[in-house]
């Protein structure tokens, strides 16, 4: 029998050391509970990553997939026409400011896309001087060598530089930085409209105005990035919705397969009617049954009481939250359930008593414990994990 060394030991002798992970092995999952293989149960405010919207287990979501995997059509390529992809780009078209959708693997390769349409966009107006891109202090855009330049850490881009040109940072909600940064030579400007990796930052609905209107009057594309915040995490459908304001580019990524790999660029009709055949691809765009899970994920988020559950959780989270009382707390922020608390202490030490506690929890930016949980997740999950916040704070205080 395999032991939990065993996988340890392997995993050191075979993986790329590009994470720490904590000396457990993780098996199977039910609802919001992950078992590791010694039967411990954790609750699951990680999501992996804000990605299983829906925990873990789903009937449906397994029903469609097995089915779809019955048919023995996995994958052809974007060569070939299928119904899962085109039924899932409508479903995502009729309930967005979008008018034609791109499927791809992963949110950075979403962004990655993104900027290449920005850059189309400007090319077809003969307007290829236009190279520049703005994005926003803390944000996080990805890690592959184009967005790497986007996303503004020293630790992420330093033994890489150097950086893609053109990328410009602005200050997050700060109208005044933005005027500064966009100009005539700008062709996108990318934001998340709740930073995630860079510590639960939400954006102002002013802020978001202005960086319409800033686009709009330079001439230039305006992204959203929603891969962490969108399709019902922040209890409405898109974390932009309640600006009233709509990008010309949504990125999403994370949740939208439940788990599956999967990315999508949606777009204006301006926009996407400058790509043409050839412009860009990705062999495993629209796999079949990716897009099956993304229907399955999409319509549930959209079925009755879905958002409402979000948001009734979420306010409850936040108010649970706001009641611990440590002196180690500066703030809590967030939106539906994609919140998160600030210390004045480093997180490493709550999220590791996290693990012997059955908890798995997650820090974000530099001092933040984020909480990105499976979208069913209920208030008796959220009255456990206060009541194991606080002892855990209290221990690291004490
Ligand atoms: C807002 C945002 N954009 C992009 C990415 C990159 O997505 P991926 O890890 O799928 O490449 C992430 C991942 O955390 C993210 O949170």
Redesign the pocket.
């Known amino acids: 029998m395999t032991t939990k060394a065993d996988v340890i030991k392997k995993d050191q002798q075979y993986s790329v050391p590009v994470a720490a992970r904590p000396d457990f092995v993780l098996a199977r999952g039910e609802g919001v509970t992950l078992y590791d293989t010694e039967n411990k149960a954790y609750t699951d405010w990680v999501a992996g990553?804000?990605v299983n919207a829906l925990g873990y287990g789903d009937e449906e979501l397994n029903s469609v997939v097995n089915q779809q995997l019955n048919t023995g059509l996995i994958h052809v390529s974007g060569l070939y026409h299928t119904q899962p992809m085109v039924e899932l780009a409508q479903l995502l078209c009729d309930n967005s400011f979008a008018d034609k959708v791109y499927f791809c693997n992963?949110?950075?390769?979403?962004?990655e896309g993104a900027l290449k349409f920005a850059r189309k966009v400007a090319y077809a107006k003969e307007k290829s001087n236009k190279t520049k891109v703005v994005s926003f202090t803390q944000a996080?855009?990805?890690?592959?060598m184009g967005?790497l330049a986007i996303t503004p850490k020293e630790k992420y881009q330093k033994p890489f530089k150097p950086m893609v040109p053109g990328a410009v940072v602005g200050e997050f909600n700060n109208i005044d930085s933005a005027k500064e940064v966009i100009d005539d030579d700008t062709v996108a400007v990318i934001i998340?409209p709740i930073?995630?990796?860079g510590g639960i930052n939400v954006a102002t609905a002013e802020f978001l105005q202005a960086l319409r209107d800033l686009c709009d009057q330079h001439d230039a594309t305006l992204i959203f990035?929603e891969?962490?915040?969108g399709l019902g995490r922040t209890g409405d459908l898109w974390a932009h919705s309640f600006s009233g304001i709509t990008p010309d580019i949504m990125?999403l990524?994370?949740p939208l397969a439940g788990g599956l790999p999967v990315?999508a660029i949606l777009a204006t009709e301006a926009v996407a009617n400058v790509m043409q055949p050839g412009d860009h691809g990705s062999t495993f765009s629209g796999g079949a049954v990716v897009m099956q899970a993304g229907k399955v994920v999409v319509n549930r988020v959209l079925s009755d009481g879905f958002m409402e559950h979000v948001q009734e959780v979420g306010e409850y989270l936040m108010e649970r939250l706001e009641e611990i009382n440590s002196p180690n707390i500066v703030e809590v922020r967030g939106r539906g359930l994609m919140s998160g608390i600030e210390l004045d202490i480093a997180p490493g030490d709550i999220v590791k008593h996290g693990y012997e506690n059955g908890l798995l929890l997650v820090s974000s930016g530099t001092n933040v414990i984020r909480f990105v949980p499976p979208l069913i997740i209920e208030k008796s999950h959220v009255d456990e994990l206060i009541e194991k916040l606080t002892v855990i704070l209290e221990k690291i205080d004490g």
């Open positions: 990553i804000a992963s949110g950075a390769e979403a962004n996080f855009h990805g890690r592959t967005v998340e930073q995630g990796e990035d891969i962490q915040c990125t990524a994370k990315g």
